[in-house]
């Protein structure tokens, strides 16, 4: 772990650094990838599998029979607590749509606009290590909410080509409409440009590792929509001394067993807090299933001792974290400060896990400092805001002289014409 104590404004930038890699290489390869699937479709796709997954793939969809055998599969504690989120989710984000609001912005001009469901969508999730059911509750929720016609899943089958049984019944449950196995940037291809099996989305989203994360940036300057620019996890935990320094230390932790590149920042305003947190984190690391992931994550984690709550809270907004954890006396007072973060987290009894599973809100979430510009994942992100007008002849008349003057002034006629030759008629 890396200390800091009372760091000079100067140096946060480089104390702030996110893991990087090789944009050029990591482009050419995810590039080549993409063209291949958009040239050959399904056989570039089970190639990849091959290559990559180890594994034959014969059929990419999930049949239906697959889909009722995993319900068999799931225990009923498993299912019970999934059916608790479920309904958290769904309670938040219905609680986000609104009515559709017209104004008369003079007599005779109206205007008003209206959310309309993006028709078809595509939700990544990843596999590996750790296959992200609950992710599925984040994305195919509010889809489902928003009233997506298709919503589509890919992910990565296991070495035998399977895909863990709670992923489909979650899938299932959640309204998902067809399930692929496709894992990686491939995914990300099939789902952009459509193949022989795999129909093309208008709107892509999910986590991944940086191929996926890649090959979403790359389709997106194509014109094929994504959720947001998205890297490895991370948290920043900013505490005081009313603080307890084995919570702190597991939340650091939680994070960082999502990956070896996953980053977790502690913001104290306490020597005793930084040095009792170091502390906890040797010792629980020690307890961890996956604690060689999680070491080799917090060799890179920040500890970091700032003299007081203001000059802390100017650094975490300069960081933009994915999620903050405010573990402080007046963390009330400290939240209304908060201007870049994905989520936050307040109190000493509001883990980060519970934003994961099922307090309700969404985990797909900006990261990599994206939150100083984009928002997390909401039932907003599946529509798409049309807008409408309607004016009167009266209105017309009301504000054509405003537009004719204008239209002239950008030495646009068509556009004054446009007016002129219906005050004519």
């Not at 307090?359 to 984009?374: E, I, V």
């Amino acid at each position: 772990m890396q200390i800091y104590r009372f760091p000079n404004i100067g140096t946060w930038k480089d104390i702030l650094k996110r893991p990087e890699h090789d944009h050029l290489k990591l482009e050419s390869t995810v590039g080549a990838i993409l063209e291949d699937v958009k040239q050959n479709g399904d056989t570039a796709l089970k190639k990849y599998a091959a290559t990559f997954d180890k594994v034959q793939i014969d059929e990419l969809a999930v049949t239906q029979e697959e889909l009722d055998a995993s319900a068999q599969a799931v225990s009923q504690e498993l299912k019970d607590a999934i059916a608790q989120a479920k309904r958290n989710i769904e309670l938040f984000h219905t609680f986000q749509l609104s009515e559709d609001e017209s104004v008369e912005t003079m007599p005779g001009v109206t205007c008003w606009r209206k959310s309309v469901a993006i028709e078809k969508v595509g939700l990544y999730i990843p596999g590996g290590t750790a296959p992200l059911f609950s992710t599925i509750l984040m994305l195919a929720i509010p889809a489902k909410i928003a009233g997506c016609k298709e919503i589509v899943l890919c992910t990565p089958t296991a070495k035998d080509g399977t895909i863990p049984p709670v992923v489909l019944y979650t899938a299932m449950i959640t309204g998902v409409t067809k399930v692929y196995k496709i894992g990686g940037a491939q995914a990300i291809a099939a789902m952009a440009y459509g193949t022989e099996t795999v129909p093309k989305v208008y709107k892509i989203f999910g986590p991944g590792n940086q191929y996926v994360t890649c090959a979403k940036q790359l389709v997106n300057k194509e014109g094929i929509a994504i959720d947001m620019p998205a890297g490895p996890s991370e948290v920043a935990v900013l505490a005081d001394d009313t603080c307890n320094p084995a919570f702190v230390a597991a939340d650091l932790l939680s994070q960082a067993e999502h990956g070896t590149d996953s980053q977790s920042i502690l913001v104290t305003t306490s020597e005793a807090v930084l040095v009792a947190v170091e502390s906890e984190i040797e010792e629980q690391l020690e307890r961890l299933p996956r604690r060689e992931i999680a070491a080799q994550s917090m060799a890179n984690s920040k500890l970091i001792l700032i003299e007081n709550t203001r000059v802390a809270m100017a650094l975490l907004n300069e960081y933009g974290p994915e999620h903050l954890i405010i573990a402080c006396k007046d963390d009330h007072f400290i939240a209304q400060q908060v201007i870049n973060a994905g989520s936050v987290f307040m109190g000493n009894f509001s883990p980060e896990s519970a934003g994961d599973y099922a307090s309700g809100t969404n985990h797909t979430l900006p990261t990599n400092g994206n939150a100083k510009a984009y928002s997390g994942v909401s039932v907003d992100s599946f529509f798409k805001k049309i807008t409408f007008q309607r004016l009167s002849e009266e209105g017309l008349k009301n504000i054509a002289k405003t537009i004719e003057i204008m239209a002239a002034a950008e030495g646009l006629d068509a556009h004054k014409n446009a007016v002129a030759i219906r005050l004519k008629k």
